[in-house]
């Protein structure tokens, strides 16, 4: 396997402009809550508070198709266009939050219910914030306040193609706030929804994936990319990347290019270099990418696909790349979740496991290759661990069940 990057593990390049911040969500059944890191110049994290939602999540055992990622999701936490607000899903309760970024904290300014039952990712355009429910499958829209606050649009909520069957991974606008785009992961349908100019959704256009259960919806300019977590060739992930017409329909630019690693999932776009995209695997525990010409075709980046593995090789959950486009940061399971949960049809009998999930951390170097650092969590500090099926308690690391993550 490759490994680009031009470092070695911990090592400080000379420091960018300035640090920033790391966001999680805790999507946690008592009570869901942002928790905020601060970021210095070398991509160190500091643990610097939690943040209530006022609302519910769903934990880790809600859904056993993953218990581990039980929104099976990208997108459930994101920020405004301006960085002014995050918005977050709180499934548990049916609701969606906005909280205002006050320098180290976060300031809960609007929670109202989606309409539908157990919303799992959010996007923006401008002042319109829409979510797609999973259960009920369904979207539903709303209009962003200059202070935050979010009030439904009358006649937004739509069903999706596939009904409740439709298992949505991610909701996302196109570029010039037009259409919506819908992953049906269960169905292997993508759904297209036009938007008026008040804001609303109209009937969706059914267009089937090139490959099987697709999961996130991303944009490279005006080419939709979306990664899927078996390839049309049924083993290993894959992408496609697609045109986006304006009836809806979808036209395949590169279809489900194959990578080398095992559920490909979460998809962030490099700023450094505009061609890199990268993937989290979720099964195989790593990091791959492609790259993407003027013309939406992808190819795999490196050669073989494999640019970083996470701490451990534990699961990946999501991820999110700073502002500066120097860090990617990568949320991910705890000690052998995926083999060690009694309740998964992975598991393996005897092996222990913790509670805890850490943040695998990576400096994106001048070639596009990843540098491993510190990062925060389980690794950091190792949990005692227990019988299969007995949580163990640690200090260190994130709640289990955490989802979303942002960084600025």
């Known amino acids: ?48 508070g939690t943040y209530p939602t ?22 459930s936490l994101i ?70 606050s979010l009030t439904p649009v009358d006649g937004s909520r739509k069903p999706l193609i596939g009904g409740a069957a439709a298992g949505p991974s991610q909701i996302q606008f196109t570029p010039d706030g037009t259409q919506l785009i819908v992953t049906e992961r269960q169905t ?22 090139n490959g099987l259960a697709p999961f996130t919806a991303t944009f490279h300019g005006d080419v939709l990319m979306v990664a899927e977590i078996i390839g049309a060739p ?36 490099s700023t450094l270099d505009p061609s890199v995209i990268y993937v989290a695997n979720a099964q195989s525990g790593s990091i791959g990418g492609f790259r993407i010409d003027e013309q939406g075709a992808i190819s795999l980046f490196p050669a073989d696909g494999h640019l970083a593995v996470t701490r451990n090789s534990h699961a990946t959950q999501d991820m999110a790349i700073t502002n500066d486009g120097l860090y990617l940061y990568v949320l991910t399971a705890g000690i052998d979740e995926k ?33 491993t650092l510190k990062g925060f969590g389980v690794a950091d500090d190792p949990p005692r661990v227990t019988s299969p099926g007995v949580l163990a308690p640690s200090a260190g690391g994130l709640a289990p069940g955490s989802e979303g993550i942002v960084a600025f």
């Open 339 to 371: 083999i060690a949960d009694p309740r998964l049809p992975t598991y393996v009998e005897g092996t222990p496991y913790c509670d805890k999930m850490s943040i695998s951390a990576y400096r994106i170097e001048a070639n596009a290759g990843l540098t």
């Open 54 to 75: 006022g609302g519910l999540g769903v934990g880790r055992s809600y859904d056993l198709e993953d218990t581990s990622d039980p929104l099976v999701s990208q997108g």
């Open 234 to 269: 049924g083993f290993f992930g894959s992408m496609s990347t697609y045109r986006v017409n304006r009836d809806g329909t979808l036209q395949v630019i590169s279809g489900s290019v194959t990578t080398t690693e095992l559920t490909t999932c979460w998809t962030a776009n």
């Open 79 to 148: 920020a405004g266009e301006d960085q002014r607000f995050l918005f977050g899903v709180d499934s548990g309760s049916n609701e969606v939050s906005s909280l205002a970024i006050e320098g180290e904290r976060l300031r809960l300014v609007s929670r109202v219910a989606t309409g539908g039952v157990r919303p799992v990712s959010l996007t923006v355009h401008g002042n319109l914030l829409y979510a797609v429910n999973a259960t009920d499958g369904s979207i539903s829209g709303f209009h962003i306040g200059d202070d935050g």
């Open 188 to 209: 292997n349908i993508i759904d297209v929804f036009p938007v008026d100019a008040y804001g609303r959704a109209g009937e969706p256009v059914r267009n089937q994936s």
């Open 1 to 48: 396997m490759t490994e680009l990057g031009s470092g070695h593990p911990g090592d400080n390049p000379p420091p960018p402009r300035r640090g920033g911040f790391v966001y999680v969500m805790s999507n946690q059944e008592t009570g869901n809550s942002v928790t905020v890191f601060t970021r210095d110049v070398y991509g160190n994290l500091t643990r610097k």
